[in-house]
């Protein structure tokens, strides 16, 4: 079902106001954002038309963009990835854990998204692993999932990091496996502590190797005594690192991972209104008790902080350590079900189907007992890149 308002509806209607808001100037990545939601599932990708096998009834469906920034398109990748995840999880309590980096390294990272998003997840994994396998802590291997969001409600950008993580792991000498305190994970005030002073070393360590990109607003940055003393309060303040408590079993971190991992900056629920060049969004204000509100912006505005949370071309924002790492992904988890006596379930074989079988695609709305079968395959149109822009590379 189309929601009333879509985010390509604001493109549609805003684009020509952001371009000429960025005097032409707009890169070639987020010029393809903008071309794929606003061709998604519209006659431009092609499609094709299924027919009810019981009582006729025929629609047309158009193709998807596929593209990651596409509030449309990540439903069906979300699930194909809940799926592969559902046979990881293990029968012990699981903890949410956030790591944010300061305000003031935003505009930092807006210059420098892949490296300084590359450090935000390695920072994070860092602190995790040193707390939890010091002996005084937890003394053990866990498991951590971690995705990258990078805006907040009111889709500033806001890069941190949320970490699903295992509530125990498997001791150094991987003969038993070392549970967590009931309810509790690690302290959060010692994880601040050393994320803050992993990542700043870090940061620091790329600015010496001329690895940052410092223009506009940061040229002032350029010199290594001024880089050192803007980063230097924020050594003074905690850094914020939240825990949440455990989730209540392993169909609740499915229902979390469903929320979390395939989001985009806004979702099309969130849009109220589109009128007069402007566009009104529903977000939460959490510096008020977590209140519903109404923000509205110009359009040109409203894109311009949507392609903010454009991801680096390649960037993996879903990423998996310890004994969830994908080089030994299988290896840990059959270790961990041996050390906790939890049997293995067997896979369950995707259904096969015959190469000249018809494509069905979902049950008949007309009828509600037929499914509807693939009969024609609509070619997609002719499409010409917009002309007149001028593509300059933000990366």
């Given at each position: 079902m189309r929601h009333r308002l879509e985010v390509a509806d604001v493109v549609r209607a805003h684009r020509r106001d952001f371009v000429a808001a960025r005097r032409g100037r707009v890169a070639l990545s987020e010029n393809k954002v903008l071309d794929a939601i606003e061709r998604c599932r519209t006659a431009a990708l092609g499609g094709h038309v299924s027919q009810c096998d019981r009582c006729g009834h025929e629609e047309i469906s158009?193709?998807?963009?596929?593209?990651?920034?596409?509030?449309?398109?990540?439903?069906?990748?979300?699930?194909?990835?809940?799926?592969?995840?559902?046979?990881?999880?293990?029968?012990?309590?699981?903890?949410?854990?956030?790591?944010?980096?300061?305000?003031?390294?935003?505009?930092v990272a807006q210059q420098?998204?892949?490296?300084?998003?590359?450090?935000?997840?390695?920072?994070?994994?860092?602190?995790?692993r040193e707390i939890a396998g010091d002996a005084k802590h937890l003394g053990a291997e866990i498991g951590v999932l971690a995705v990258l969001h990078t805006w907040g409600q009111s889709l500033e950008h806001h890069p941190h990091v949320h970490c699903v993580v295992t509530g125990g792991g498997i001791a150094p000498d991987g003969q038993s496996w070392v549970p967590c305190r009931n309810g509790f994970f690690l302290p959060?005030?010692?994880?601040?502590?050393?994320?803050?002073?992993?990542?700043?070393?870090?940061?620091?360590?790329?600015?010496?190797?001329?690895?940052?990109?410092?223009?506009?607003?940061?040229?002032?940055?350029?010199?290594?005594?001024?880089?050192?003393?803007?980063?230097?309060?924020?050594?003074?303040?905690?850094?914020?690192?939240?825990?949440?408590?455990?989730?209540?079993?392993?169909?609740?971190?499915?229902?979390?991972?469903?929320?979390?991992?395939?989001?985009?900056?806004?979702?099309?629920?969130?849009?109220?209104?589109?009128?007069?060049?402007?566009?009104?969004f529903l977000w939460k204000d959490y510096a008020h008790g977590c209140r519903r509100r109404v923000m509205t912006l110009s359009g040109a505005e409203f894109l311009r902080r949507f392609l903010l949370h454009i991801l680096p071309k390649g960037f993996k924002r879903i990423r998996q350590y310890g004994l969830l790492a994908n080089r030994h992904h299988g290896?840990?988890?059959?270790?961990?079900?041996?050390?906790?006596?939890?049997?293995?379930?067997?896979?369950?074989?995707?259904?096969?189907?015959?190469?000249?079988?018809?494509?069905?695609?979902?049950?008949?709305p007309a009828c509600g007992v037929g499914t509807m079968l693939v009969i024609t395959e609509l070619p997609a149109l002719n499409y010409r890149p917009r002309l007149g822009i001028a593509h300059c590379d933000t990366s």
């Open positions: 158009y193709n998807s963009c596929r593209n990651r920034h596409c509030p449309k398109c990540m439903v069906s990748a979300r699930e194909k990835w809940l799926a592969a995840r559902e046979d990881d999880l293990l029968p012990i309590p699981y903890f949410h854990v956030v790591f944010t980096i300061p305000h003031e390294l935003a505009i420098n998204k892949k490296l300084i998003y590359g450090l935000l997840f390695e920072c994070a994994w860092a602190t995790l959060v005030r010692v994880l601040g502590h050393l994320f803050r002073g992993k990542f700043l070393h870090h940061l620091k360590r790329a600015f010496n190797r001329s690895l940052l990109t410092l223009k506009g607003s940061l040229e002032a940055l350029a010199a290594r005594s001024d880089f050192n003393a803007y980063l230097r309060p924020l050594y003074e303040v905690p850094w914020v690192v939240y825990a949440k408590p455990p989730f209540g079993g392993p169909a609740h971190v499915l229902k979390y991972l469903a929320r979390y991992t395939h989001r985009v900056a806004i979702a099309n629920s969130r849009l109220v209104a589109l009128d007069e060049g402007r566009v009104s290896e840990k988890l059959e270790d961990a079900r041996r050390l906790l006596s939890v049997p293995r379930e067997p896979s369950r074989e995707p259904e096969g189907a015959q190469a000249d079988a018809p494509r069905k695609t979902h049950s008949c």
